[in-house]
Protein backbone atom coordinates (compact mmCIF):
# COMPACT_ATOMS: atom_id res chain seq x y z
CA UNK A 1 0.00 0.00 0.00
CA UNK A 2 1.45 3.77 -0.81
CA UNK A 3 0.22 6.70 -0.29
CA UNK A 4 0.80 9.17 -2.65
CA UNK A 5 1.18 13.23 -2.67
CA UNK A 6 0.74 15.60 -5.20
CA UNK A 7 1.87 19.37 -4.19
CA UNK A 8 0.37 21.88 -6.67
CA UNK A 9 0.67 25.40 -6.46
CA UNK A 10 -3.01 25.71 -4.86
CA UNK A 11 -3.58 22.70 -2.95
CA UNK A 12 -2.23 19.38 -1.85
CA UNK A 13 -3.89 16.26 -3.34
CA UNK A 14 -3.04 12.82 -2.41
CA UNK A 15 -4.41 9.35 -2.80
CA UNK A 16 -3.83 6.01 -0.97
CA UNK A 17 -2.72 3.05 -3.15
CA UNK A 18 -3.49 -0.58 -2.77
CA UNK A 19 -2.42 -2.23 -6.19
CA UNK A 20 -2.51 0.40 -7.94
CA UNK A 21 -6.25 0.86 -7.46
CA UNK A 22 -6.99 3.99 -5.41
CA UNK A 23 -8.74 3.75 -2.12
CA UNK A 24 -9.65 7.09 -1.25
CA UNK A 25 -8.35 10.52 -2.42
CA UNK A 26 -7.70 13.91 -0.02
CA UNK A 27 -7.69 17.35 -0.66
CA UNK A 28 -5.67 19.90 1.63
CA UNK A 29 -4.02 22.98 2.37
CA UNK A 30 -0.26 23.52 2.75
CA UNK A 31 -0.24 24.45 6.41
CA UNK A 32 -2.09 21.09 7.12
CA UNK A 33 0.05 18.78 5.58
CA UNK A 34 2.03 17.01 8.38
CA UNK A 35 -1.33 16.38 10.17
CA UNK A 36 -3.19 14.88 7.34
CA UNK A 37 -0.41 12.45 6.46
CA UNK A 38 -0.81 11.67 10.02
CA UNK A 39 -4.26 11.19 9.97
CA UNK A 40 -4.56 9.29 6.61
CA UNK A 41 -0.99 6.71 8.17
CA UNK A 42 -3.54 6.67 11.06
CA UNK A 43 -6.17 5.49 8.62
CA UNK A 44 -4.14 3.35 6.65
CA UNK A 45 -1.08 1.55 9.04
CA UNK A 46 -0.36 -0.50 6.12
CA UNK A 47 1.06 2.37 3.83
CA UNK A 48 4.84 1.31 3.11
CA UNK A 49 5.70 4.13 0.77
CA UNK A 50 5.13 7.75 0.48
CA UNK A 51 6.02 9.33 -2.53
CA UNK A 52 5.55 12.60 -3.53
CA UNK A 53 5.98 15.18 -6.39
CA UNK A 54 6.44 18.69 -5.74
CA UNK A 55 6.10 22.02 -7.69
CA UNK A 56 4.61 23.96 -4.87
CA UNK A 57 6.90 25.55 -2.54
CA UNK A 58 7.52 22.24 0.02
CA UNK A 59 10.56 20.62 -0.51
CA UNK A 60 11.76 17.11 0.36
CA UNK A 61 12.38 18.00 3.68
CA UNK A 62 9.33 18.25 5.13
CA UNK A 63 8.33 14.59 4.32
CA UNK A 64 11.47 13.64 6.19
CA UNK A 65 9.78 13.38 9.53
CA UNK A 66 7.89 10.38 8.26
CA UNK A 67 10.91 8.16 7.24
CA UNK A 68 10.92 6.37 10.09
CA UNK A 69 8.09 4.79 9.68
CA UNK A 70 8.08 4.71 5.76
CA UNK A 71 10.09 4.78 2.73
CA UNK A 72 9.80 8.25 1.23
CA UNK A 73 10.34 8.44 -2.04
CA UNK A 74 10.88 12.24 -3.32
CA UNK A 75 10.94 12.43 -7.28
CA UNK A 76 13.19 14.74 -9.12
CA UNK A 77 14.67 14.86 -12.47
CA UNK A 78 17.34 12.27 -12.11
CA UNK A 79 14.64 9.46 -11.57
CA UNK A 80 14.08 6.74 -14.33
CA UNK A 81 11.05 8.21 -16.84
CA UNK A 82 9.80 5.70 -19.48
CA UNK A 83 9.70 8.37 -22.25
CA UNK A 84 12.58 10.00 -24.02
CA UNK A 85 12.50 13.27 -22.69
CA UNK A 86 13.18 16.07 -25.73
CA UNK A 87 12.60 19.40 -23.79
CA UNK A 88 15.17 21.88 -24.48
CA UNK A 89 15.34 22.35 -20.71
CA UNK A 90 14.53 19.25 -19.18
CA UNK A 91 15.66 20.38 -15.45
CA UNK A 92 13.38 22.99 -16.05
CA UNK A 93 10.50 20.73 -16.71
CA UNK A 94 7.92 20.44 -13.88
CA UNK A 95 7.85 17.30 -12.13
CA UNK A 96 4.53 17.10 -12.62
CA UNK A 97 4.51 17.22 -16.06
CA UNK A 98 6.56 14.56 -15.86
CA UNK A 99 4.53 12.58 -14.08
CA UNK A 100 1.80 13.08 -16.01
CA UNK A 101 3.84 12.08 -19.17
CA UNK A 102 5.13 9.38 -17.61
CA UNK A 103 1.63 7.76 -16.71
CA UNK A 104 0.53 8.67 -19.94
CA UNK A 105 3.26 6.66 -21.36
CA UNK A 106 2.60 3.14 -19.28
CA UNK A 107 -1.39 4.03 -19.56
CA UNK A 108 -1.32 4.78 -23.23
CA UNK A 109 1.39 2.68 -24.99
CA UNK A 110 2.81 3.30 -28.27
CA UNK A 111 -0.08 6.10 -29.13
CA UNK A 112 0.26 9.98 -29.48
CA UNK A 113 -0.87 11.41 -26.50
CA UNK A 114 -1.45 14.89 -25.42
CA UNK A 115 -2.23 15.85 -21.19
CA UNK A 116 -4.04 18.79 -20.39
CA UNK A 117 -3.31 19.48 -16.64
CA UNK A 118 -6.24 22.60 -15.60
CA UNK A 119 -4.80 23.44 -12.23
CA UNK A 120 -3.44 26.81 -11.30
CA UNK A 121 -1.78 26.81 -14.61
CA UNK A 122 -2.91 25.14 -17.58
CA UNK A 123 -0.41 22.84 -18.93
CA UNK A 124 -0.21 21.03 -21.96
CA UNK A 125 1.89 17.46 -23.16
CA UNK A 126 3.01 15.97 -25.67
CA UNK A 127 4.21 12.32 -25.97
CA UNK A 128 4.36 10.92 -29.10
CA UNK A 129 3.42 7.38 -30.60
CA UNK A 130 7.51 6.73 -29.97
CA UNK A 131 7.79 7.89 -26.10
CA UNK A 132 8.93 10.73 -27.24
CA UNK A 133 8.18 13.76 -25.01
CA UNK A 134 8.23 17.11 -27.46
CA UNK A 135 7.01 19.45 -24.84
CA UNK A 136 3.36 21.77 -24.62
CA UNK A 137 2.43 24.82 -23.29
CA UNK A 138 1.97 26.74 -20.16
CA UNK A 139 -0.93 29.30 -19.48
CA UNK A 140 -2.76 30.70 -16.86
CA UNK A 141 -5.13 28.29 -14.98
CA UNK A 142 -9.10 29.30 -14.60
CA UNK A 143 -9.04 31.05 -11.23
CA UNK A 144 -5.65 32.28 -11.94
CA UNK A 145 -7.20 34.35 -14.80
CA UNK A 146 -10.42 35.68 -11.79
CA UNK A 147 -7.13 36.65 -9.72
CA UNK A 148 -5.06 38.61 -12.16
CA UNK A 149 -7.68 40.64 -13.75
CA UNK A 150 -8.72 41.80 -10.16
CA UNK A 151 -4.64 41.78 -8.94
CA UNK A 152 -3.55 43.69 -11.88
CA UNK A 153 -6.08 46.45 -12.69
CA UNK A 154 -7.58 49.17 -10.34
CA UNK A 155 -11.12 48.50 -11.17
CA UNK A 156 -11.49 44.73 -11.80
CA UNK A 157 -13.62 42.95 -8.75
CA UNK A 158 -12.57 39.50 -7.95
CA UNK A 159 -14.92 37.25 -8.83
CA UNK A 160 -15.41 33.57 -8.36
CA UNK A 161 -16.26 31.24 -11.08
CA UNK A 162 -19.82 31.34 -12.52
CA UNK A 163 -21.50 30.14 -15.91
CA UNK A 164 -21.39 33.22 -18.29
CA UNK A 165 -24.68 34.06 -19.68
CA UNK A 166 -23.94 34.90 -23.22
CA UNK A 167 -20.68 35.38 -24.69
CA UNK A 168 -21.60 39.14 -25.32
CA UNK A 169 -21.21 40.14 -21.59
CA UNK A 170 -23.70 43.06 -20.51
CA UNK A 171 -22.03 44.46 -17.61
CA UNK A 172 -18.83 44.11 -15.60
CA UNK A 173 -19.25 41.07 -13.57
CA UNK A 174 -20.49 39.14 -17.23
CA UNK A 175 -18.09 40.60 -19.45
CA UNK A 176 -15.32 39.04 -17.14
CA UNK A 177 -16.86 35.65 -16.95
CA UNK A 178 -17.51 35.54 -20.37
CA UNK A 179 -13.78 36.87 -20.84
CA UNK A 180 -12.04 34.10 -18.15
CA UNK A 181 -14.49 31.09 -19.12
CA UNK A 182 -14.91 31.33 -22.30
CA UNK A 183 -11.48 32.73 -23.22
CA UNK A 184 -10.41 29.50 -20.90
CA UNK A 185 -12.63 26.69 -23.34
CA UNK A 186 -11.73 28.18 -26.51
CA UNK A 187 -8.38 28.08 -26.03
CA UNK A 188 -8.31 24.85 -25.26
CA UNK A 189 -10.69 23.73 -27.81
CA UNK A 190 -8.25 25.57 -29.88
CA UNK A 191 -5.20 23.68 -28.85
CA UNK A 192 -6.81 20.79 -29.26
CA UNK A 193 -7.66 21.85 -32.89
CA UNK A 194 -4.22 22.37 -33.59
CA UNK A 195 -2.93 18.73 -32.61
CA UNK A 196 -5.51 17.36 -35.00
CA UNK A 197 -4.59 18.83 -37.72
CA UNK A 198 -0.59 17.68 -36.99
CA UNK A 199 -1.63 14.45 -35.26
CA UNK A 200 -4.78 12.45 -36.40
CA UNK A 201 -4.97 9.59 -34.36
CA UNK A 202 -4.09 10.49 -30.80
CA UNK A 203 -5.66 10.21 -27.09
CA UNK A 204 -6.17 13.49 -24.50
CA UNK A 205 -6.42 13.12 -21.29
CA UNK A 206 -7.80 15.77 -19.19
CA UNK A 207 -6.88 16.70 -15.28
CA UNK A 208 -6.49 18.89 -12.48
CA UNK A 209 -8.83 20.95 -10.34
CA UNK A 210 -10.98 22.28 -13.30
CA UNK A 211 -11.27 19.28 -15.64
CA UNK A 212 -14.82 18.21 -14.41
CA UNK A 213 -16.16 21.57 -15.33
CA UNK A 214 -14.49 21.83 -18.45
CA UNK A 215 -15.25 18.64 -19.50
CA UNK A 216 -18.55 19.52 -20.33
CA UNK A 217 -17.49 22.86 -22.04
CA UNK A 218 -15.61 21.83 -24.56
CA UNK A 219 -16.33 21.18 -28.12
CA UNK A 220 -14.27 18.36 -28.34
CA UNK A 221 -15.38 15.20 -26.28
CA UNK A 222 -12.59 14.06 -24.16
CA UNK A 223 -12.15 11.71 -20.59
CA UNK A 224 -11.54 13.89 -17.91
CA UNK A 225 -9.90 12.19 -14.55
CA UNK A 226 -9.21 14.62 -12.20
CA UNK A 227 -7.04 11.88 -10.63
CA UNK A 228 -4.85 10.78 -12.95
CA UNK A 229 -1.42 12.37 -11.63
CA UNK A 230 -1.98 10.40 -8.55
CA UNK A 231 -2.67 7.56 -10.56
CA UNK A 232 0.50 8.19 -12.83
CA UNK A 233 2.54 8.89 -9.70
CA UNK A 234 1.33 5.35 -8.15
CA UNK A 235 2.44 3.88 -11.77
CA UNK A 236 5.45 6.08 -12.21
CA UNK A 237 6.52 4.62 -8.94
CA UNK A 238 6.05 1.02 -9.61
CA UNK A 239 7.85 1.40 -12.90
CA UNK A 240 11.11 2.77 -11.06
CA UNK A 241 11.33 0.44 -8.59
CA UNK A 242 11.08 -2.18 -12.05
CA UNK A 243 13.28 -0.92 -13.57
CA UNK A 244 16.24 0.99 -11.64
N1 LIG B 1 -11.68 24.16 -3.24
C1 LIG B 1 -10.94 24.65 -4.22
N2 LIG B 1 -9.88 25.47 -3.94
C2 LIG B 1 -9.11 25.96 -4.93
N3 LIG B 1 -9.31 25.71 -6.23
C3 LIG B 1 -10.34 24.92 -6.57
C4 LIG B 1 -11.20 24.36 -5.60
N4 LIG B 1 -12.11 23.60 -6.26
C5 LIG B 1 -11.84 23.69 -7.56
N5 LIG B 1 -10.79 24.51 -7.77
C6 LIG B 1 -10.24 24.82 -9.09
O1 LIG B 1 -9.06 24.08 -9.21
C7 LIG B 1 -8.03 24.82 -9.86
C8 LIG B 1 -6.72 24.45 -9.21
O2 LIG B 1 -6.54 23.08 -9.52
P1 LIG B 1 -5.55 22.12 -8.77
O3 LIG B 1 -5.45 20.91 -9.64
O4 LIG B 1 -5.93 21.93 -7.36
O5 LIG B 1 -4.21 23.00 -8.83
P2 LIG B 1 -2.71 22.66 -8.44
O6 LIG B 1 -2.45 21.22 -8.81
O7 LIG B 1 -1.94 23.60 -9.29
O8 LIG B 1 -2.55 22.91 -6.98
C9 LIG B 1 -8.42 26.31 -9.75
O9 LIG B 1 -8.30 26.93 -11.02
C10 LIG B 1 -9.87 26.29 -9.28
O10 LIG B 1 -10.75 26.83 -10.25
C1 LIG C 1 3.82 24.97 -15.01
C2 LIG C 1 3.68 24.65 -13.54
C3 LIG C 1 3.79 25.94 -12.72
C4 LIG C 1 2.27 24.04 -13.33
O1 LIG C 1 1.99 23.90 -11.97
P1 LIG C 1 0.51 23.56 -11.39
O2 LIG C 1 -0.49 24.28 -12.21
O3 LIG C 1 0.31 22.07 -11.59
O4 LIG C 1 0.51 23.90 -9.95
C5 LIG C 1 4.75 23.59 -13.09
O5 LIG C 1 4.69 22.46 -13.91
C6 LIG C 1 6.15 24.18 -13.14
O6 LIG C 1 6.58 24.83 -12.22
N1 LIG C 1 6.86 23.93 -14.27
C7 LIG C 1 8.20 24.41 -14.50
C8 LIG C 1 8.38 24.95 -15.90
C9 LIG C 1 8.19 23.94 -17.02
O7 LIG C 1 7.48 22.93 -16.85
O8 LIG C 1 8.79 24.14 -18.09
K1 LIG D 1 -1.19 22.22 -14.14
Do not use: W
Not at 35 to 63: H, T
Not at 208 to 227: E, H, P, V, W, Y
Request: hydrophobic share 40%; charged share 25%.
Amino acid sequence: MILTVDVGNTRIKASVFEDNTALENFVFEKNELEKKIEKILEKYPKCSDLVVASVGNIEKQAFLTFENRLKVHFFTHEDVFPFHNKYATPKTLGIDRMILAAGATLQFPKQNRLVIDAGTCITYDFIDENDNYLGGAISPGLRLRYESLHNFTARLPLLTLEEPDSYVGNSTAQAIHSGVVNGFVYEIDGFIDEYRKEFSNFIIILTGGDADFLAKRLKNTIFANSNFLLESLSQTYQYKIDND
